[in-house]
């Protein structure tokens, strides 16, 4: 079956790049070439390019484009942030506030800083993915130095309450960075009135070209970090390297695109999840994780009792879903997520991430519900 017979759900993942940023990326491949560094019409021109694709990133999330650093994607972007960031005040503290469900890249760098003498408290959740923020204000100490929460889960959707994290850590003088990655384009994004200080996310997640994010730092609250990576000044010396000026310019107009058409999409994404959901809802032992909290619009989590999850993705042959996040999806693990959420292995490794986006029509849903249906009943029976 060839990938245009498939049915994409995991618009989490990633997106398709839109048509429109494509065309406007094109020219930088070819006719303006220039390198955003050189001091020459060329390099004027790229750089003139670059600077409107910053105006155009910032005005999605409400900031100043001078907050907004250009990074190869979210990942680089927390790596920078986190480790520039303690660089910058490891004689202030040595303590982070986390979370048990945050995106595997952060906990990747929370690891690693643990091992250079870094304490980290990692926050429980409840049966629903939520922070207890009584919790959260009593694990603050006077050597805490960060509070590092995501606003969106990309496995379950599930929409942390960012603004009240962010006052209660104010409140103590601590700075507040999230990982907005999953929430950009699907929600409207604030980061004024969020209050957040550091905010990561990356242009891949909104139609635009893969290899390009955004690190934001806030500057009415005197956020900086040091250089973790050398080689020059680009970028005011956060991120040194030639700028991809092509990916950049696609970025910026994916940025442009999603701000246009947000509620539009918000609306008709979160009529195909209620869809959706109310096609697997009447599955015997389906149940749809966080269904009742707060949730991005495009983002359905089920799991399936008596089911063998081992063998779930391999059954659906027609669909384009996941286990979970993209960079553990190939690993034959439960979640992090759903253990965390109090989730057994056995019925966490049966679970599904539905993700919908600007192509997914309601057939395409419909058909989903089906070729799922069919699936379960297989391993039902297969396992009984």
């Not at 202030?92 to 870094?118: M, R, W």
């Not at 939520?130 to 509070?147: D, W």
Request: proline share 3%; aromatic share 6%.
């Amino acid at each position: 079956m060839s990938l245009t017979e498939k049915i994409y759900l995991d618009y989490n993942a990633t997106t398709p790049t839109d048509p429109k940023v494509v065309e406007a990326m094109l020219p930088y491949f070819t006719q303006n070439f220039g390198n955003a560094s050189s001091d020459h019409s060329f390099g004027w021109h790229a750089e003139d390019a670059v600077e409107t694709a910053r105006e155009q990133v910032a005005k999605l999330v409400n900031c100043r484009s001078t907050e907004i650093t250009f990074t190869s994607g979210a990942t680089e972007a927390a790596n920078l942030a986190l480790f520039g960031f303690f660089k910058r005040n490891r004689d202030k503290g040595n303590h982070i506030v986390s979370c048990k469900t945050e995106h595997k890249a952060t906990l990747d760098i929370l690891e690693e800083l643990e091992s250079d003498g870094f304490e980290v408290t990692y926050l429980d959740v409840d049966g629903q993915g939520n922070i207890n923020l009584k919790a959260l204000e009593s694990s603050i100490k006077p050597s805490t130095i960060l509070v590092c929460l995501m606003l969106a889960n990309n496995e379950t959707g599930l929409i942390h309450p960012i603004k009240a994290i962010t006052e209660i850590a104010h409140s103590m003088s601590i700075p507040v960075m999230s990982d907005i990655t999953q929430a950009v384009g699907k929600i409207p994004v604030d980061l004024q009135d969020l209050g957040v200080d550091i905010a990561i996310f990356s242009s891949h997640k909104l139609y635009g070209p893969k290899g390009v994010g955004a690190l934001y730092l806030n500057k009415n609250n005197n956020i900086s970090i040091d250089k973790h990576l050398f080689g020059g000044s680009h970028e005011k010396g956060v991120r040194p390297g030639t700028l991809n000026v092509p990916g950049i310019v696609g970025f910026g107009k994916a940025c442009e695109i999603t701000k246009q058409n947000l509620k539009e999409n918000q609306h008709r994404l979160r009529s195909l999840r209620n869809q959706l959901e109310e096609g697997l809802k009447v599955f015997e032992g389906a149940v749809i994780n966080c269904q009742n909290e707060e949730r991005l619009p495009n983002t359905t989590n089920v799991s399936f009792k008596r089911v063998d999850g081992s063998k779930l993705l391999r059954y659906l042959n027609t669909l384009a879903v996941s286990r979970g996040s993209a960079c553990t999806a190939n690993q034959v693990n439960p979640s992090h997520v759903l253990k965390a959420m109090g989730i057994e292995d056995e019925l966490a490794l049966a679970s599904l991430r539905i993700s919908t986006g600007r192509n997914t029509t309601s057939e395409d849903i419909e058909k989903a519900v089906s070729e799922i249906k069919k699936a379960v009943n297989q391993l039902k029976t297969i396992t009984v």
